[in-house]
């Protein structure tokens, strides 16, 4: 082959890998994202003193919660801290962990499959909002010694997020294609999703087959984990409480077996739960797009809710 062709060749398929690259890292970097709002929650925690208000979970808490009202009722300074339930438990504690002090109180709404699943599992979600984490490196690192880097490559071999970033910048350029809401200026500056309150439901997604029997057994590193982060909290002078995901009515029955061993598992672990799972299970009209998202209407009665449980303690 003549030497030019070669390296003509070789100069585009730098190019071409570099302009890959160079998408790739700005997918993952993207303001524009839902993950990028984590760093807002991030400040406004390490912001905060003592006492306040922590809440904790996946995205039944970022849509199913309103922490100004929170905030006002209970008067505690608040933040929202749920991303969703693809961020990997052990991030979610390990973010919050470090930045309690005296008179906190940290409030866990989990979804079933915390319970049981690998908690510091290097998953897509928990890269998202690494990207937007100064402090996330040695995680991300630990992560990758544990899980392999051909996980981490390919994760990052996605085009998801290349998908993503070409979508929130052309998006608004066609007429009549409506907003996405799971973007980081949905997020209230207590760290809520707002953008879809007051909106009609776009219709709600089932949950995925779960490809099997319900599970018999919580992983035992979550109960691990779990426990840690209550005498770490306690140790700060801070109290954790359990609260249970909101659920719709009719696939609360999938995840009853379930939800019960996790309630049973918080109650020997000793942490605090002034409610029962199928006290949040709510109809089919309360829920805006999945089974564990709340409509506005809903959502104020699921604050209603929570107030009443943090004042009985």
């Known amino acids: 082959m003549d030497p030019r062709t070669i390296k003509r060749t070789s100069l585009l398929a730098v190019a071409v890998l570099g302009s890959y690259l160079g998408l790739l890292y700005l997918g993952f970097t993207d303001g524009?994202?839902?993950?990028?709002?984590?760093?807002g929650k991030l400040a406004r925690l390490r912001a905060l003193g003592s006492p306040k208000l922590v809440l904790v979970g996946g995205s039944n808490v970022l849509f199913g919660l309103d922490s100004q009202r929170l905030q006002e009722e209970l008067r505690l300074p608040t933040v929202n801290m749920a991303t969703g339930a693809a961020v990997s438990l052990g991030y979610l504690l390990g973010t919050v962990s470090p930045r309690l002090g005296h008179g906190d109180l940290v409030v866990l709404s989990l979804e079933p499959n915390y319970f049981f699943e690998d908690p510091l599992e290097l998953t897509d979600g928990t890269l998202e909002v690494l990207a937007h984490d100064p402090d996330g490196l040695g995680y991300l690192l630990d992560g990758i010694q544990r899980k392999g880097r051909a996980r981490l490559l390919g994760v990052l071999g996605s085009n998801v997020k290349i998908i993503g970033y070409l979508d929130n910048r052309l998006r608004p350029l066609v007429p009549g294609v409506p907003k996405r809401i799971y973007m980081a200026s949905?997020?209230?500056p207590l760290g809520d999703m707002?953008?879809?309150?007051g909106k009609a439901s776009p219709g709600v997604a089932p949950l995925p087959p779960r490809g099997g029997p319900a599970r018999d057994e919580i992983d035992p590193r979550v109960i691990a984990l779990l426990s840690r982060f209550k005498q770490e909290a306690e140790a700060a002078g801070a109290t954790v409480v359990v609260s249970w995901p909101s659920?719709?009515?009719e696939t609360y029955p999938d995840f009853r077996s379930e939800l019960e061993l996790a309630w049973r598992a918080v109650n020997r672990i000793g942490l605090i739960s002034r409610s029962k799972p199928e006290d949040h299970v709510y109809p089919a009209d309360c829920f805006y797009d999945t089974v564990v998202?709340?409509?506005?209407?809903?959502?104020?009665?699921?604050?209603?809710?929570?107030?009443?449980?943090l004042r009985a303690r």
Do not use: D
Request: aromatic share 0%; glycine share 0%; proline share 0%.
């Open 32 to 39: 524009r994202e839902l993950a990028a709002a984590s760093s």
């Open 186 to 188: 949905s997020i209230s």
């Open 194 to 197: 707002v953008a879809h309150l």
């Open 247 to 249: 659920l719709m009515a």
């Open 293 to 309: 998202h709340l409509n506005a209407r809903c959502r104020a009665l699921r604050t209603e809710k929570l107030v009443a449980e």
